[in-house]
């Protein structure tokens, strides 16, 4: 009977032990993406699903304003999971541009997303057929907190060319280029982006980019900037390859979100990828060997350890 009593007792402590560590665990998790109309709301969307359905977690999305919210909503744990350019997050981890001193150090990566080119689409109607033609005309770049909101400022200074910027979602960014009310739209996503798609059914458009002394300029004052490009094809109209800037784009999480949830996202989403392709295009590039286009923000332990048991080495200055 004592026995008994021991394993009894023996059982009861295990129980309350495991049922406290799964109260400590999130019931549900929730992913910051961006507005309508832009990749993040798609590919977030896609993400969500194959992690409810086939990661075992409870997933939801949350519309905001794109990388710059997602990062502080991370940092305040308002949201578990996000998505951020690696620019956005470097002016972030730093305190720079728009994060005005504060740094937010207490994200940290996950899984690498996809690259994302900046590109440009106006109506052929506007006569406007490459970058320098903004000069004095009005732009539409998207959400004001997003990766296009915070980067086509800073490109058109760097070029000097003084245009009037306008915000608003990518379906509004549409919508505007359509009715006249803005010259140009540019944008920053995962191609094809399905607001420039969209603008392409409805009448003539021209896709036009940067050149090759523009992009020189911008990777001297912005060098965070990679080498980008739009493949031809990406859009009906678009016959040639668009050679321009970009930003890798990197899955987020507070680095206090527990280790096991973190290595079961990050092994659901990289051992899924047909899945994530067929959910948007831009996930082809959601593999775990695009790890190493982070170079500085530390990767959180669960994700280390998935990289490990697939037997990368991560740097030590991103552990």
């Known amino acids: 009977m004592k026995i008994s009593r021991q394993i009894n007792v023996l059982a009861l402590m295990l129980a309350a032990s495991f049922a406290t560590e799964t109260l400590a665990q999130p019931k549900s998790l929730t992913l910051g993406t961006a507005s309508i109309g832009g990749t993040y709301f ?40 996000g998505m951020t350019t690696m620019g956005i997050a470097y002016q972030g981890w730093n305190g720079t541009e ?11 990566a996950l899984f690498p997303m996809y690259d994302t080119p900046f590109h440009f689409i106006a109506t052929d109607k506007s006569g406007i057929s490459k ?22 400022p800073l490109m058109f200074e760097a070029l000097g060319i003084k245009a009037t910027i306008r915000n608003g979602s990518a ?7 359509g009715d006249g009310l803005i010259h140009s739209f540019a944008f920053a996503a995962g191609v094809p982006i399905a607001a420039f798609t969209e603008i392409e059914a409805g009448r003539p458009v021209k896709f036009f980019t940067f050149s ?27 016959t040639e390859d668009h050679k321009t800037v970009g930003l890798y784009n990197f899955s987020i ?13 990050v092994k659901t989403v990289l051992e899924n990828n047909a899945a994530m392709v067929t959910g948007h295009s831009a996930a082809k590039e959601t593999v775990r060997e695009n790890w190493s286009a982070n170079s500085f923000l530390p990767f ?10 697939k037997g990368i080495t991560i740097p030590a200055k991103l552990l």
């Open 253 to 265: 999480a507070h680095k206090d979100l527990p280790d096991d949830i973190v290595y079961q996202v």
């Open 131 to 152: 970058v320098a033609d903004l000069a004095g005309r009005t732009v539409g770049v998207g959400p004001k907190a997003g990766t296009p909101g915070t980067y086509f």
């Open 42 to 81: 798609i590919y977030g969307g896609v993400v969500a699903q194959i992690l409810t359905e086939k990661g075992g977690l409870n997933v939801s999305t949350q519309q905001t304003q794109g990388p710059n919210q997602n990062i502080i909503l991370i940092e305040d744990k308002k949201i578990e999971l």
């Open 171 to 177: 379906n509004d960014m549409a919508s505007q280029l």
């Open 98 to 108: 728009w994060a005005q001193g504060k740094k937010y150090n207490n994200i940290r």
């Open 212 to 238: 090759a002394d523009e992009i020189k300029k911008l990777q001297t004052k912005l060098p965070e900037l990679s080498v980008s490009l739009v493949p031809k094809g990406t859009y009906k109209t678009l």
């Open 300 to 309: 959180h332990p669960g994700a280390v350890r998935y990289y490990k048991e």
